[in-house]
């Protein structure tokens, strides 16, 4: 983990990334933070929890089983946040790992629960957000048990309808690696979508 502190970074940043899209400037003290690949942001015994609102950059949420294989749960990306759930006060014990170098705004929640709680700025942002990650995760179980209808439902939902990375799309469709590949090649053996180039498939 690296705190931006570079003034002409932070400037850029703040001009792409104002606060106030987020929540009420001033309301609360923040960071502007970089983390790089493979570096653990949460973990379940993580004790002073921070709201994280991804500007750039994924993480992947996953649970591990007794026998240490992980269990997907989500890929957050930009525009996304972490510890939302925690803010609320709920506890998941989940793992939260960066998959690309990211960039992210952090808040303390133990210093600015309250004040983003009374936030209406914030209240709107988290709320639109936790919509969309309701109806997206309604959608694709709803009348997709098969996985590969899963697989083409989470294409078709994709600006490029693209899987650039087979390992982020498990968990996105929370499922292993092993049943996503069986029916990318089906998928691939029917003519519904098409290899593009190692873990790359697009839908035809």
Same mark, same amino acid.
């Given at each position: 983990?690296?705190?931006?502190? !570079?003034? #002409?970074?932070?400037? +850029?940043?703040?001009? /792409?990334?104002?606060?106030?899209?987020?929540?009420?400037?001033?309301?609360?003290?923040? =960071?502007?933070?970089?983390? !790089?690949?493979?570096?653990?942001? =949460? *973990?379940? !015994?993580?004790? !002073?929890? +921070?709201?994280?609102?991804?500007?750039?950059?994924?993480?992947?949420?996953? #649970?591990?089983?007794?026998? %240490?294989?992980? +269990?997907?749960? /989500? *890929?957050? +990306?930009?525009?996304? *946040?972490?510890?939302?759930?925690?803010?609320?006060?709920?506890?998941?014990?989940?793992?939260?790992?960066?998959?690309?170098?990211?960039? $992210?705004?952090?808040?303390?929640?133990?210093?600015?629960?309250?004040?983003?709680?009374?936030?209406?700025?914030?209240?709107?942002?988290?709320?639109?957000?936790?919509?969309?990650?309701? /109806?997206?995760? /309604?959608?694709?179980?709803?009348? *997709?048990?098969?996985?590969?209808?899963?697989?083409?439902?989470?294409?078709?939902?994709?600006?490029?309808?693209?899987?650039?990375?087979?390992?982020?799309?498990?968990?996105?469709?929370? $499922?292993?690696? #092993? #049943?996503? =590949?069986?029916?990318?090649? =089906?998928? $691939?053996?029917? %003519?519904?979508?098409?290899?593009?180039?190692?873990?790359?498939?697009?839908?035809?």
């Amino acid at each position: 983990m690296q705190l931006i502190t !570079d003034k #002409s970074k932070l400037d +850029n940043l703040r001009k /792409a990334h104002p606060v106030s899209d987020y929540f009420t400037d001033g309301i609360c003290a923040y =960071q502007y933070r970089t983390y !790089d690949k493979y570096e653990l942001i =949460q *973990t379940p !015994d993580t004790k !002073d929890h +921070n709201l994280f609102i991804l500007l750039s950059g994924s993480a992947q949420i996953y #649970s591990l089983s007794s026998d %240490g294989t992980k +269990n997907p749960i /989500a *890929t957050i +990306n930009a525009g996304m *946040t972490i510890g939302e759930v925690e803010l609320f006060g709920y506890y998941v014990p989940f793992f939260a790992e960066v998959a690309r170098k990211t960039e $992210c705004i952090v808040v303390s929640m133990s210093e600015c629960r309250r004040a983003l709680l009374d936030d209406v700025v914030f209240l709107r942002f988290i709320s639109a957000l936790l919509a969309e990650k309701l /109806a997206f995760g /309604a959608s694709m179980d709803y009348g *997709t048990s098969d996985m590969a209808d899963r697989v083409i439902y989470y294409l078709t939902s994709k600006p490029d309808h693209m899987i650039t990375h087979v390992e982020e799309a498990t968990y996105d469709l929370r $499922c292993s690696r #092993s #049943s996503l =590949q069986r029916s990318l090649a =089906q998928l $691939c053996e029917d %003519g519904t979508i098409e290899k593009l180039g190692k873990g790359a498939y697009h839908l035809v």
